[in-house]
């Protein structure tokens, strides 16, 4: 039944797609600039500039770029970059990896954070703990990443020189641990390479803190309202009344039965994240698919940012599918 509800959901993925693809190829037609300028020289002829244009099919009519660039898709073929030059799903998978690590730890301690606030409000509702939580919430949802990113970088690097430059995954005078599964931190600890392993996790815990303390604020609200909810019920005080012990009562019931919405609004972060944390990707350096997606827009790259697009698409589908999942696992009616 369940691997039934599964495939219906993934055949669903399709006519998705298909209005995705639609859209983005309108939209990146209207973006402002030529991606021809940055394929050639200001100083090419005019014949020059039309070669190219004909090679990269920008000179036929618009619909038959699109039945064209689908016909591509539909063999797993995302085109090739303006900018790289590379195949876009080169470029994609090479720099996944570099998403993943510092979205993955970034959920992770949001989550943990989250998860410690929010119960701890509901628990001590109305004390001096409830109201911490509820000031380290509001400043994480009216906090700008890239303010928050700036104000860290000059603390913490130019200030006290606790962490490294913002120069992306590693310092650039160590060399990168042996390529396993594309993860610094894991391929570093696999291997023991410990300078490398040293240097990448400085390098993730200030974009990590970044993403992080968002993230954390609106989970946080959520897993009190819900256990504040769970805390009031009839079963708690049914548990309570049976000598169950108070740490087991909240964390065994209250807390699992909160879940529901803090799973699914996790879930929606951790899309959006790994979907292109641009800003932090920016500002950090950091050679992920936020910044991939930056440089493709900037210069009207109509495949890279095409193939961004429907890459994001399929995570977030992907990963409301798993939710979907989870869903039967944490409430079996």
Known sequence: ???????????????????????????????????VDRMVSPLASAQTRQEVI?????DQPLYRQYFSYVDRLVHFDFGTSFTTSHAVADDL????????????????????????????AAVWRNTIVDHVARVISVSGVATPSFWLALTLIYLFFYRSHIMPAPTGRIDPLINPPQHITGLFTVDALVTGDWNALSSAVASLIVPVIVLAFPAMAPIARLTRAGMIEALESDYTRATRSLGIPARTVVLKYCLKNALLPIVTYAGIVYGFLLGGSVLVENIFAWPGLGLYAFNAISASDFPAIQGFIVYATTVYITIFLVLDLLYAFLDPR
């Open 93 to 120: 998978t090479s720099r996944f990896a570099a998403t993943f690590e510092l979205t993955s730890y970034a959920m992770l301690l949001a989550l943990i954070g989250a998860l410690i606030l929010g119960v701890a």
């Open 1 to 35: 039944m369940l691997l039934r509800y599964a495939a219906r959901r993934v055949l669903l993925l399709i006519p998705i797609l298909v209005g995705v693809t639609i859209i983005t190829f309108i939209l990146t037609r209207i973006i402002p600039g030529n991606p």
């Open 54 to 58: 004909h090679a990269n099919g920008l």
